[in-house]
């Protein structure tokens, strides 16, 4: 089955800086890579996501980029604000699978 | 309406209790899940239904039952749990469980479970 990787398990960032974290998967046949948010007391929230026909998507601070032949893709947050601390979990989805498989999450700490 | 509703938010039961979670979404979203989250951890799939038919079961114990009344509804019967149970039980919805554009997941907030 799919297996995804993240990188770090912890990252902490000024405001204002930039920051990326790293998904690795197996699965050569997953097609479909979102990414999710999850604050306190809240249920993960898609905040960006990718095809594995597209290497790179854009929205707003947010862009994900996705090397297939690497097996590997990132989320990019610029311009960071504390209200972006959060976990974020990276996920592969697998058609033959059909179903997501999530990375181990990445606290982000954003730090005024 | 974009949202899946859960509820409770919040539940505390015994391990001889009977108790059920309860999922909602006006979506038109034709699969639904259950899902396990413990804490500083990822998400764990438990159930999958599609269509009103459960399409996959990751092996979760039968303490665990899951009903789908209808497309817009999924509930989680619990009974006899285990403190290790304790957990955050997300449901979340999409268009479908296999197609192109179709598997973009909407997660509820969730029912925070609590086995004593």
């Known amino acids: 089955g799919e297996n995804v990787e993240q990188h770090p398990s912890t990252l902490s960032v000024q405001e204002g800086d930039s920051a990326v974290i790293k998904c690795t998967y197996s699965?050569?046949?997953?097609?479909?890579f979102p990414w999710y948010k999850q604050e306190l007391g809240k249920g993960p929230q898609l905040i960006i996501d990718i095809r594995s026909n597209v290497g790179e998507k854009k929205d707003q601070r947010i862009a994900v980029t996705l090397n297939k032949t690497a097996k590997h893709f990132s989320l990019h947050i610029t311009e960071t604000q504390p209200e972006d601390s959060a976990v974020y979990f990276c996920a592969g989805f697998s058609g033959s699978a059909r179903q997501l498989t999530f990375g181990s999450g990445t606290q982000l700490t954003v730090l005024p | 309406d974009t949202e899946v509703t859960q509820t409770p938010k919040h539940l505390v039961m015994g391990m001889t209790n009977k108790k059920s979670l309860k999922c909602e979404q006006h979506?038109?979203?034709?699969?639904m899940y259950w899902y396990k989250q413990k804490a500083k951890k990822p998400p764990e799939l438990m159930f999958v239904y599609s269509y009103e038919k459960l399409s996959i079961n990751e092996s979760v114990p039968s303490r665990f039952s899951p009903e789908c009344p209808n497309s817009s509804l999924l509930n989680l019967h619990l009974h006899a749990l285990q403190p290790e149970d304790s957990a955050l039980y997300l449901c979340?919805?999409?268009?479908?469980?296999?197609?192109?554009?179709?598997?973009?997941?909407?997660f509820g907030a969730g029912s925070r479970l609590t086995v004593l």
């Open positions: 699965d050569s046949a997953s097609n479909y």
């Open positions: 979340a919805s999409s268009q479908a469980i296999q197609a192109p554009g179709a598997n973009v997941l909407t």
């Open positions: 979506m038109g979203h034709r699969a």
